[in-house]
Protein backbone atom coordinates (compact mmCIF):
# COMPACT_ATOMS: atom_id res chain seq x y z
CA UNK A 1 0.00 0.00 0.00
CA UNK A 2 1.22 3.54 -0.84
CA UNK A 3 0.44 6.34 1.50
CA UNK A 4 0.61 10.35 0.99
CA UNK A 5 -0.25 12.89 3.58
CA UNK A 6 -1.34 16.56 2.83
CA UNK A 7 -2.73 19.41 5.21
CA UNK A 8 0.42 20.35 7.17
CA UNK A 9 1.88 23.86 6.72
CA UNK A 10 2.54 26.89 8.95
CA UNK A 11 0.01 27.76 11.72
CA UNK A 12 0.18 29.82 14.78
CA UNK A 13 -0.08 28.70 18.51
CA UNK A 14 -3.22 28.19 19.60
CA UNK A 15 -4.49 27.45 15.62
CA UNK A 16 -5.44 24.30 13.76
CA UNK A 17 -4.72 21.79 11.09
CA UNK A 18 -6.00 19.06 10.17
CA UNK A 19 -3.48 16.00 8.01
CA UNK A 20 -4.98 13.54 5.41
CA UNK A 21 -3.12 10.26 4.70
CA UNK A 22 -4.55 8.80 1.56
CA UNK A 23 -4.28 4.96 0.48
CA UNK A 24 -3.78 3.18 -2.42
CA UNK A 25 -2.69 0.05 -3.74
CA UNK A 26 -3.85 -2.12 -0.67
CA UNK A 27 -7.29 -3.04 0.87
CA UNK A 28 -7.58 0.09 3.24
CA UNK A 29 -10.16 -1.67 5.80
CA UNK A 30 -7.60 -4.27 6.33
CA UNK A 31 -5.15 -1.91 8.00
CA UNK A 32 -4.61 -0.12 11.20
CA UNK A 33 -3.50 3.10 10.69
CA UNK A 34 -1.33 5.43 12.61
CA UNK A 35 -0.37 8.67 12.77
CA UNK A 36 3.76 9.30 14.61
CA UNK A 37 5.49 12.63 14.12
CA UNK A 38 9.46 13.38 14.02
CA UNK A 39 12.13 15.62 14.74
CA UNK A 40 15.61 15.67 13.69
CA UNK A 41 17.56 13.92 16.11
CA UNK A 42 14.87 12.18 17.66
CA UNK A 43 12.87 8.77 17.44
CA UNK A 44 9.50 9.16 15.84
CA UNK A 45 7.08 9.72 18.65
CA UNK A 46 3.24 8.04 18.28
CA UNK A 47 0.92 10.55 18.18
CA UNK A 48 -2.31 8.10 17.94
CA UNK A 49 -4.17 5.13 15.97
CA UNK A 50 -6.93 3.69 14.42
CA UNK A 51 -8.08 0.55 14.42
CA UNK A 52 -10.02 -1.56 11.34
CA UNK A 53 -13.47 -1.55 11.55
CA UNK A 54 -14.70 -0.35 15.21
CA UNK A 55 -12.66 2.69 14.95
CA UNK A 56 -11.24 2.73 18.32
CA UNK A 57 -8.70 4.85 18.51
CA UNK A 58 -5.81 5.30 20.69
CA UNK A 59 -3.90 8.73 21.31
CA UNK A 60 -1.00 9.30 23.16
CA UNK A 61 -1.24 11.44 26.07
CA UNK A 62 0.84 14.72 24.64
CA UNK A 63 -1.91 15.53 22.33
CA UNK A 64 -4.88 14.09 24.11
CA UNK A 65 -8.14 16.25 24.27
CA UNK A 66 -6.09 18.17 21.24
CA UNK A 67 -5.80 15.93 18.70
CA UNK A 68 -8.38 13.32 17.22
CA UNK A 69 -7.74 10.63 14.49
CA UNK A 70 -10.90 9.29 12.29
CA UNK A 71 -10.92 7.44 9.22
CA UNK A 72 -12.91 7.31 5.97
CA UNK A 73 -12.92 3.58 4.63
CA UNK A 74 -14.92 4.68 1.55
CA UNK A 75 -12.34 7.58 0.34
CA UNK A 76 -9.16 5.36 2.17
CA UNK A 77 -7.96 8.43 3.82
CA UNK A 78 -7.28 8.43 7.51
CA UNK A 79 -7.42 12.52 9.03
CA UNK A 80 -5.47 13.65 12.00
CA UNK A 81 -7.23 16.97 13.20
CA UNK A 82 -4.89 19.26 15.41
CA UNK A 83 -6.51 21.72 17.37
CA UNK A 84 -5.03 24.41 19.88
CA UNK A 85 -1.56 23.34 18.34
CA UNK A 86 1.25 24.14 20.38
CA UNK A 87 5.03 24.86 19.39
CA UNK A 88 6.40 21.96 20.42
CA UNK A 89 3.80 19.98 18.51
CA UNK A 90 6.39 20.94 15.44
CA UNK A 91 7.61 17.96 13.64
CA UNK A 92 6.98 16.32 10.16
CA UNK A 93 3.94 13.79 10.32
CA UNK A 94 3.97 10.40 8.97
CA UNK A 95 1.28 8.08 8.61
CA UNK A 96 1.70 4.52 8.57
CA UNK A 97 -0.21 1.19 7.94
CA UNK A 98 -0.14 -2.13 9.97
CA UNK A 99 -1.85 -5.35 8.69
CA UNK A 100 -1.35 -7.84 11.34
CA UNK A 101 -3.43 -6.13 13.87
CA UNK A 102 -6.33 -7.89 15.19
CA UNK A 103 -9.69 -6.51 16.67
CA UNK A 104 -9.68 -3.07 18.49
CA UNK A 105 -5.51 -3.42 18.84
CA UNK A 106 -3.74 -0.18 18.09
CA UNK A 107 -0.26 -0.54 18.32
CA UNK A 108 2.18 2.33 19.71
CA UNK A 109 5.26 1.02 18.35
CA UNK A 110 7.35 2.02 14.66
CA UNK A 111 7.84 -1.41 14.23
CA UNK A 112 4.62 -2.37 14.20
CA UNK A 113 3.77 -0.69 10.81
CA UNK A 114 5.00 -1.90 7.94
CA UNK A 115 4.51 0.67 5.51
CA UNK A 116 5.29 4.44 5.60
CA UNK A 117 4.52 7.78 3.93
CA UNK A 118 6.70 10.40 3.33
CA UNK A 119 5.27 13.05 6.33
CA UNK A 120 4.26 16.29 5.83
CA UNK A 121 5.66 19.31 7.85
CA UNK A 122 3.81 21.27 10.54
CA UNK A 123 5.69 23.98 12.33
CA UNK A 124 3.69 26.09 15.05
CA UNK A 125 5.13 29.43 15.32
CA UNK A 126 4.90 31.06 19.29
Known amino acids: VQLVESGGGLVQAGGSLRLSCAAS????????MGWFRQTPGKEREFVGG????????NVSDSVKGRFTISRDNAKNTVYLQMNNLKPEDTARYLC????????????????????WGPGTQVTVSS
Open 25 to 32: GGTFTSYV
Open 50 to 57: ISRSIFRT
Open 96 to 115: AANSHSYGIEVPKTTSAYEY
